[in-house]
Nanobody, 113 residues
């Protein structure tokens, strides 16, 4: 069983930054590829970024160069540093261990002036 808790969302102006965190329970966090997804109202969740157990990262084209995914295995936490935020980044953000059924409750990010 894995429980995930996202935090760090909020309201930020365009061009601003936020750092999302995803704390995970469970003793096997280290083996998972961790991903961030986001969901717009009425839309399917879309993949944003992933980091493997070996710290290899991948990004969606829409966020590459602006977002950075990282992980701290000792703290069982995955992060998403979001810079140069745009209004179109407004969404609920979720973390997700690949190939599992586990999702957190999400954290709302709103980019607006």
């Amino acid at each position: 069983q894995v429980q995930l808790v996202e935090s760090g969302g909020g309201l930020v102006q365009p061009g601003g930054s936020l750092r999302l965190s995803c704390g995970a329970s469970g003793s096997i966090f280290n083996i998972y590829t961790m991903s961030w997804y986001r969901q717009y109202p009425g839309k399917e969740r879309e993949w944003v970024a992933s980091i493997s157990s070996g710290f290899r990262t991948n990004y969606a084209d829409s966020v590459r160069g602006r977002f950075t995914i990282s992980r701290d295995n000792a703290m069982k936490t995955c992060y998403l540093q979001m810079n140069s935020l745009k209004p179109e980044d407004t969404a609920v953000y979720y973390c997700h261990p690949r190939d599992t059924e586990y999702w957190g409750q999400g954290t709302q990010v709103t980019v607006s002036s």
